[in-house]
């Protein structure tokens, strides 16, 4: 899997100008509870097509971490989001995770996290209203 991500995050690969569907699987049962990606010289995290995909609609990265803020994950066209067996050490923060759902939300309709989430502790996820916008849900 290490050396075709490589492939794709070449600077002479091209854009994914046409890609819909982007699915990338590698699974391995872990011994234990691993909370560090096991093999370090694996740990880069790539910008697949130059961060160019503008048509890009499904993406489930299951074992597979990327550069979390590539434009192609932050994309208003996202229909769905799967994010599956990732360790803690390679997954996104929660300030760039919840800037894709910021941006993807309007189209966003699936979203599956397995054994994936932000890194950090869920008190550390917090949202900060938009300006002009009310936190009172009372009325």
């Known amino acids: ?4 991500l490589k492939t794709l995050s070449d600077p002479s690969a091209p854009p994914a100008s046409q890609l819909q569907v982007l699915r990338l699987y590698h699974h391995e ?9 096991p093999k370090s010289e694996f740990s880069d995290h790539l910008t697949l097509f130059s961060g160019c995909a503008p048509r890009l609609q499904n993406v489930s990265l ?15 066209n996202l229909v769905e989001l799967e994010l599956a067996y990732h ?35 869920p008190c550390e996820w917090t949202i900060e209203p938009r300006s002009g916008t009310s936190t009172d849900f009372t009325s």
């Open 1 to 4: 899997t290490y050396p075709f």
């Open 29 to 37: 049962e872990p011994d234990g509870d691993i909370t560090t990606f």
């Open 87 to 121: 360790t803690p050490s390679v997954r996104p923060n929660w300030l760039t995770f919840s800037a894709m759902l910021r941006i993807a939300a309007p189209t966003l309709e699936k979203l599956c996290l397995g054994s994936s989430s932000p890194s950090g502790s």
């Open 62 to 76: 299951w074992g597979v971490h990327v550069d979390w803020t590539q434009s192609c994950l932050h994309s208003p």
